[in-house]
Nanobody, 115 residues
Framework: QVQLVESGGGLVQPGGSLRISCAAS????????VAWYRQAPGKERELVAD???????NYADSVKGRFTISRDIRENTVSLQMNKLKPEETAVYYC?????????WGQGTQVTVSA
């Protein structure tokens, strides 16, 4: 059973930056990919960014150029640096991994973008 713990969420003003991280109970390189999703109130969960085992990164069009996904091998974490945040990006951000064809989710971290 893979356990994922997100951290780093909080309140940030529009245009501000925030970095959230996902820590896993297993070596990140054992996962086919690590992804960040978000779910705003009343909306479906959507993919924000992901990184494959080989290091290929993929971003939703809405965040390209503002968000960066990265992997820290020593800390065994995957982080999402979010810049120029918008109020509509207020959501719970979830870490998701694929391990042997099974998907695992963290509990999520709240990101609120508000003045």
């Amino acid at each position: 059973q893979v356990q994922l713990v997100e951290s780093g969420g909080g309140l940030v003003q529009p245009g501000g930056s925030l970095r959230i991280s996902c820590a896993a109970s297993e070596n990140m390189f054992r996962f086919n990919y690590v992804a960040w999703y978000r779910q705003a109130p009343g909306k479906e969960r959507e993919l924000v960014a992901d990184i494959t085992r080989g290091g290929t990164k993929n971003y939703a069009d809405s965040v390209k150029g503002r968000f960066t996904i990265s992997r820290d091998i020593r800390e065994n974490t995957v982080s999402l640096q979010m810049n120029k945040l918008k109020p509509e990006e207020t959501a719970v951000y979830y870490c998701n991994v694929d391990h042997g064809g099974a998907g695992y989710w963290g509990q999520g971290t709240q990101v609120t973008v508000s003045a």
